[in-house]
């Protein structure tokens, strides 16, 4: 089983419906992150937790939020899908220990 | 603002050796990372610096200079497999998030 885990790989959602990312790690790590990959653009942090009662936003957290279940479980919502949220989006762990994040493998987020 | 500047595509032989450039413009900074990321996967983390200098990994290396604001990953030994985007980033806080500002990519195709 993979690390950083994330459901769904893909997806296609309408405008205005609301949608949740999921992400589950076994690193047994504190901090997760997830960050929104557009071609050209690199990587940009939505939104980061140091722990379960920890929330912060990145420079991207208009139109999502997120919930920290437990120290395993990150989840990231669109309350109301727009085309420009269309993008791969990818959930992140690490801990004081790691030198790097470990990366899940992505979900395709397509919105029409 | 941040920033981090570096180049979008780099194609080099096999065998040759490549160096990927990495200047950056951030509030803070606490070290410099790259990821690398094939297509279709998720990025992988390669190396850290946060002191001035060179660290080796094999046929990777990667150096800073705080002073420059500038560092490099060096890739020796081309292979072709070693075709995929690297991402340099940024930790610009000392916080406990770890989080990170990553660069827009440089897509490096290798030629037989």
């Known amino acids: 089983d993979a690390d950083v885990t994330q459901t769904p790989r893909n997806r296609i959602t309408k405008t205005g419906k609301r949608i949740m990312l999921e992400c589950s790690q076994t690193k047994g790590h504190d901090r997760m992150y997830w960050y929104r990959q557009d071609p050209g653009l690199g990587l940009r942090l939505i939104y980061y937790s140091f722990d379960v009662k920890d929330i912060n936003k990145g420079e991207i957290s208009d139109g999502y939020s997120v919930s920290r279940q437990a120290q395993a479980k990150f989840s990231l919502s669109l309350e109301s899908a727009i085309p420009n949220q269309t993008a791969l989006y990818f959930c992140?762990?690490?801990?004081?220990?790691?030198?790097?994040?470990?990366f899940g493998s992505g979900t395709r987020l397509t919105v029409v | 603002g941040q920033s981090l500047e570096q180049p979008s595509e780099v194609t080099a032989v096999e065998g040759a050796i490549v160096q990927i450039n990495c200047t950056y413009q951030?509030?803070?900074?606490?070290?410099l990372s790259w990821y690398q990321q094939h297509d279709g996967g998720a990025p992988t983390f390669l190396s850290y610096n946060a002191l001035d200098g060179l660290e080796e990994t094999g046929r990777f290396s990667s150096f800073l200079s705080r002073s420059d604001s500038y560092g490099y990953l060096l890739l020796q030994e081309l292979q072709m497999k070693d075709s995929a985007s690297y991402f340099c980033?940024?930790?610009?806080?000392?916080?406990?998030?770890?989080?990170?500002?990553f660069g827009s990519g440089t897509r490096l195709l290798v030629r037989p």
């Open positions: 980033a940024v930790r610009d806080n000392k916080d406990s998030s770890y989080k990170l500002i």
């Open positions: 951030t509030s803070g900074f606490y070290g």
């Open positions: 992140a762990t690490s801990d004081e220990g790691s030198r790097g994040y470990t």
